[in-house]
């Protein structure tokens, strides 16, 4: 959960990790959303 924290930061990184984890897309997407 803290490397969400992390990727919220930069949504750059948050890219990045999105395309590395398969599940954790949706739930990045949403904590970016919001």
Known sequence: MAVSHRTIR???ADLRLS???G???PLVLIH???
């Open 23 to 25: 599940p954790g897309i």
């Open 10 to 12: 930069t949504p750059q």
């Open 32 to 34: 970016g959303s919001g």
């Open 19 to 21: 395309q590395s984890s």
